[in-house]
């Protein structure tokens, strides 16, 4: 089934819009062969200068999130004591 094509067709597609120059697949292998791609919101975009700059402070938090989170959760759970078995009746 093919779509239909010509001036006819109404679709969100606005004239301004330029892609004589796309290249089409440009970012598969690349997204073939796992790399995440992440979209930030302007006002982050516009923090950070590039790439690099992005990775080293994610890193910087990760390693700032390592160090004030324990490793292990305490075990909270309630746990009998001897005396607590002691007053139990017996059957």
Known sequence: MSHPSGPE???DMLPEYD???GVRGKHYRAYKAGTNVVFLDPDVAAAFGDSTSVNEALRLLLKVAKQSV???RPNNRMQR???AQATKPRR
Do not use: Q
Request: net charge positive; no cysteine; glycine share 0%.
């Open 9 to 11: 067709v109404d679709d």
């Open 19 to 21: 892609f004589s120059k």
């Open 81 to 83: 004591t001897r005396r």
């Open 70 to 72: 324990p490793a292990r």
